[in-house]
């Protein structure tokens, strides 16, 4: 007689007992204000010296703030002042940007006084690149240095995502984008304790981060497009296409990008590298016009105030010229993050469409737009999901938009990345 075998139970995670999650609410909730008002410090002096660079010294000299000769001497000089920032500051404002993404490894404290002057010119001086990469690889470094030296009795590797989530819930004003982050990177690693126990600390510093944002600076990225109703056929259609032609068009960016950093590198130091990037910047702002400057999310809400206000050739440029210009920024040395210039690339791109194709919707054109560039120039999926999600509150988007991304990954995942080995290739 056989005896078949008794079915085993699936195996299941044992979940991590509360008096472990305890103690770190406290570090938690001191690194989300913490990572918030590092940010706003930084993002409000930049704003300050914008101010002074663009309004008050071209009213003062009687010349136009947004003049093709002042753009191209301000990107110029920004890229002076970085570049002596570069060569004189200890530690030289950190590693080479272009191998380095979101995720950061703890830096020398030393180092930060320089990145942190160096993000501030050029958030302030017109290069198009946003705050995240050096306001995150910052936070994680004080982090790490700070609970090691007060609380070395946790694990090291909590800090660093501590800060991340921080970072993330407060650039976004929501700790959602931090918890989709986090979920991403865990994917594939062995986890000690269930995966919410995993996210427990990060969300609750995202979301202290996020609600120490909301108090102080009151973010908002919902573009007030037209509403759209119940999705049709050809909203599917649209966001299909609009995303993969997006995703396309963002690798030709990647594919490009250790070439041209190659070519910056050939120049070797930085007070030679940097101010001839902000000459090129100079010259592709001359070109796009004044909207294709900065770091391009102010610059997103005045495209989608007026959906209709620019022309198909005229949204056509000025994808092009912001393209060219994170290509340049990213490449000659400039500290500065790539999520909020594509954000701009995906509106103006998305809107050319609805230009071209006046029965693309608007908020379907920006939206699919976004997440096509953002797929292919973060390779985040989450990410990107979620802030061209919320760039357009509607839950018939959020149903296009899941549909949409499945081709455009598949366009760009194995491929290379835009960030680079410390020997100039491209990571995959």
Not at 106 to 113: C, G, W
Not at 119 to 131: E, K
Not at 222 to 227: E, G, I, S, T, V
Not at 319 to 335: E, I, N, P, W
Request: charged content about 10%; overall charge neutral; some cysteine.
């Amino acid at each position: 007689m056989t005896h078949e075998a008794a079915p085993t139970a699936p195996a299941t995670t044992p979940a991590t007992p509360a008096r472990t999650l305890l103690p770190m609410v406290v570090p938690a909730l001191l690194v989300g204000v913490g990572a918030s008002l590092l940010l706003l410090g930084v993002s409000s002096a930049a704003e300050q010296l914008q101010d002074v660079l663009w309004k008050d010294i071209p009213d003062a000299l009687g010349i136009g703030g947004y003049s093709s000769l002042w753009m191209i001497v301000m990107l110029t000089v920004t890229g002076v002042l970085v570049g002596l920032v570069v060569w004189k500051a200890p530690g030289h404002a950190g590693p080479d940007p272009a191998t380095l993404g979101l995720a950061a490894v703890p830096m020398q404290p030393f180092i930060l006084p320089g990145l942190l002057v160096a993000t501030a010119l050029m958030l302030a001086g017109g290069p198009s690149l946003g705050p995240e990469n050096p306001i995150i690889a910052a936070n994680v470094a004080l982090a790490a240095w700070l609970g090691h030296r007060f609380r070395p009795a946790l694990p090291g590797v909590l800090w660093p995502a501590l800060a991340e989530s921080a970072t993330l819930g407060a650039l976004f004003g929501t700790p959602v984008a931090a918890a989709l982050v986090i979920s991403e990177a865990l994917a594939g690693r062995p986890m000690r304790g269930r995966l919410w126990d995993n996210l427990f600390a990060p969300l609750a510093a995202a979301a202290v981060g996020a609600a120490t944002t909301d108090l102080i600076h009151h973010p908002a990225f919902d573009l007030q497009l037209p509403p759209i109703g119940s999705p049709r056929w050809g909203d599917l259609l649209a966001a299909l296409v609009i995303a993969s032609s997006a995703a396309v068009l963002g690798m030709t960016v990647v594919y490009a990008f250790p070439y041209v950093h190659r070519a910056f590198a050939r120049l070797r130091h930085p007070m030679v590298c940097l101010p001839a990037g902000g000459l090129v910047l100079g010259l592709l702002g001359a070109l796009g016009g004044h909207l294709t400057l900065f770091k391009g999310l102010d610059e997103v809400g005045e495209l989608a105030r007026n959906p209709d206000g620019w022309s198909a050739g005229q949204f056509a440029l000025m994808t092009v010229v912001k393209l060219a210009a994170l290509l340049v920024a990213a490449s000659c040395g400039f500290r500065g993050g790539r999520i909020f210039p594509a954000v701009f690339i995906g509106t103006a791109f998305g809107l050319c469409a609805h230009a071209l194709v006046p029965s693309v919707h608007p908020a379907v054109g920006v939206s699919a737009g976004v997440l096509g560039i953002l797929l292919a120039i973060t390779r985040q999926g989450w990410v990107s999901l979620f802030t061209a999600a919320v760039l357009v509150a509607s839950p018939t988007i959020i149903t296009l938009l899941c549909i949409a991304s499945l081709p455009a990954w598949l366009l760009v995942t194995g491929r290379p990345q835009m960030q680079l080995h410390d020997d100039g290739t491209s990571i995959r």
